[in-house]
């Protein structure tokens, strides 16, 4: 995170062309391939009620199911570390490293990873990290963090990337998609055959099996935990489902939802690490539960947040998201989804601003497909911020203010009457385009509607009684 307040970052955000046309135009394309997957799937809507369903059980016996995920991880000859923060997770993973003499480690994308700036504790090590999915690599190569969940370089156009190929990889220049992609196929080959360790998050863990879940587009995943002689998959404690059946439910929602894919191209189920008379996979799987702030979510009036499956839909269709983009939010978590979580996990004292960062116009709620209230949550940090005296104070004097006046109605109504009084008397054509300080930061950049003549209450009395006299 940089040292930038979430406005400096928005700012620097909003006066950049490049970036505001791609995460728009990305964001955008995500939503309508969604819209027109969704369309074609009238079940679509009880796939995401018993996806909701799901994720409530599974949450009510957390407990219950990871002590059997646990118990089956084992049984099927894995290794289970519980890490409470991100510091022992961290610790775990780089001890196993030097312990089994790993100098190289690949990487699929994981965003509990990035959570816990796994690739940093490791490089302090003297391992050396590569990420293998396409975005994640792209974003390495440029020392930057993912923007979005699922498509980490959204805010980079195809020139972007082209000119940093040419300058990290030493090829020649081209955006063209297919060659790009060529380009990072074969840089990343032989990276995939000679890393001691492959490092994965996890989809879903399946509680009745001791598996793992892992979806990606590009095959990286199944070459990260497969070809390494070790694989270690960092899994956040609530990425739980019951059973097999439940997760033929959440895999088409997740997948739908994030890319409007009604299947992403690679599924991968990993029940354990290679057995005897297996040809390949790992001889040592670990699975690392972290728990980071979630066992307090979990006791926390924001714990439906939990339900989060990491479909980045939220993301994608918010107002706010699409027009700053993720960096501006300084977490790894951006879009409504890391307004919520960011300030539940790590602190709401450091991250107070993003429960802000939402116009709550209920989006993110109405395409979460297991229906998060997201924006009552925002509500709920708001005013658990506002308990704190986090807001600036002029804010919390207006608050104050409109606290009392509101309780009483003659007041109420005077205060209106005063306010559309003065709000006109500077209007042009009804509306204002200035305001004084501190409210200028709405005029900066849109006018301001005068309040009307007449208050709503008044319309409707003086309609009740012209109907009442007619
Ligand atoms: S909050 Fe809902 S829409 Fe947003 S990433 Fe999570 S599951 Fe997807």
Sequence with gaps: MTNLT?????????????????????ARRFVSHRASTVSGLPEMDSLRDRARVIRAETLNKLDVFLAEFADNVELNGGRVFWAKNADEANDYVVKLAAAR????????????????????????AGVRVIESDLGEFIAQLAGERPSHIIAPVLHKTRGEVGKLFEEELNVAYTEEPIAL?????????DIFLSS???????????????????????????FCTTTPRIHVALMGMERLVPTFADLGTMLPVLEISATGQRLTVYNNLLTGPRRSGEPDGPEELHVVILDNGRSDTLASEVAEILYCIRCGACLNICPVYQSIGGHAYGSVYPGPLGSVLTPTLMGLEQ???????????????????????????LLRLRDASSKANHSPVWIRTLMRIYSIVARHPKLFQLGMRFASVSSRLFAKEDWLNRLPPPLNGWTDHRNFRALAKKSFGQQWAERRSTEHTS
């Excluded at 979430?6 to 990305?26: C, H, K, M, S």
């Excluded at 992609?181 to 080959?189: E, P």
């Excluded at 429960?355 to 209230?373: F, Q, Y």
Aim: hydrophobic share 35%; proline share 4%; glycine share 8%.
């Design 101 to 124: 003499g790993v100098r190289h480690v690949v990487k699929s994308k994981s965003m509990v990873t990035e959570e816990i700036e796994l690739n940093h504790a490791l490089e302090v």
């Design 351 to 377: 991250w107070h601003e993003l429960p802000h960062a939402s116009t709550l116009c209920g989006a993110c709620k109405e395409i979460c497909p297991v229906r998060i209230d997201i924006p009552s949550l």
């Design 6 to 26: 979430f406005y400096e970052r928005t700012r620097d955000a909003l006066e950049d062309p490049t970036v505001n046309q791609a995460i728009r135009v990305g």
């Design 181 to 189: 992609n060529d380009i990072a196929r074969s840089h990343l080959r």
């Design 196 to 222: 001691d360790m492959g490092i994965s998050g996890v989809n879903f863990g399946v509680a009745e099996s001791g598996t793992l879940s892992l979806v990606t587009n590009e095959g990286n995943g199944r």
